[in-house]
């Protein structure tokens, strides 16, 4: 009698899925590309909105129980100011493309991080990060600059930083400085009132413009001819209409 032919089954094969290193390198792609979207997406919008606030305002704010600030277009600004604002943190505002390196190899040989940084990282700091020193945020503003410099023109860059910059405690943009320290709008400021504001940007909350020291008068002589300087010399075309 015949033996009835048994059918053997044939294993069933398990799905192997991608090992755990080639999942994780997906995932990691995929969160980039997302922050990059959304990184380039603020920057686009910056260019055409003007931000409602900043990070240390916010803070400052809470802190103060409320802040000074009024925006104006840089067409309300008087023409002296930019220039002056650019003589006295970034001379060669026009000729870079968002870090100057000239300036960066000084600032190393002299062991100073001061003058190394330009309007446009000021203005990527003040925007889009937080003040403070740790490397996660000169990372980020290394990376933003040069995008915000290749979609923002030269004059809005210097418009935003004109609005969101710190002249005293609590007061903020050009505005609101020049009615707080002289009584006038940003339109009517004058070269030596210009000059002045500009001259308490990096330190504003210990250096007074309507109360100078005389190491404000000293650098507001030297910023009101450096602002005369690229005004003649081109390098403030960039940025005047």
Not at 27 to 55: C, E
Request: charged share 25%.
């Amino acid at each position: 009698m015949a033996r009835k032919a048994t059918s053997k089954k044939k294993p069933v094969k398990k799905s192997v899925g991608l090992p755990w290193r080639k999942r994780l390198r997906r995932w990691v792609l995929r969160a980039v590309s997302v922050v990059f979207l959304v990184v380039v997406a603020l920057v686009v919008l910056g260019a055409l909105i003007n931000p409602p606030t900043t990070a240390y305002m916010f803070s400052e704010g809470r802190r103060l129980g409320g802040v000074k600030q009024t925006w104006v277009s840089i067409d309300r600004v008087a023409p002296v100011m930019a220039r002056s604002a650019v003589a006295a943190e970034d001379a060669n505002f026009c000729h870079h493309w968002g870090f100057d390196l000239a300036a960066i190899k000084l600032a190393i040989e002299q062991g100073s991080s001061r003058g190394a940084s330009t309007i446009s990282q000021q203005t990527v700091k003040n925007v889009y990060l937080w003040h403070g020193r740790l490397w996660v945020r000169k990372a980020a503003e290394a990376l933003i600059t040069p995008l915000v410099e290749a979609v923002w023109s030269k004059r809005r860059i210097i418009e935003v930083y004109l609005n969101i910059a710190e002249f005293d405690e609590g007061v903020f943009g050009v505005e609101a400085a020049a009615w707080h320290y002289f009584g006038v709008a940003a339109a009517d400021l004058s070269a030596t009132q210009a000059a002045r504001l500009a001259a308490i940007l990096p330190s504003p909350k210990t250096r007074s413009a309507s109360n100078p020291s005389d190491y404000v008068r000293k650098r507001t002589r030297q910023i009101r001819d450096g602002a005369a300087t690229i005004s003649r010399d081109g390098r403030a075309a960039c940025f005047e209409s």
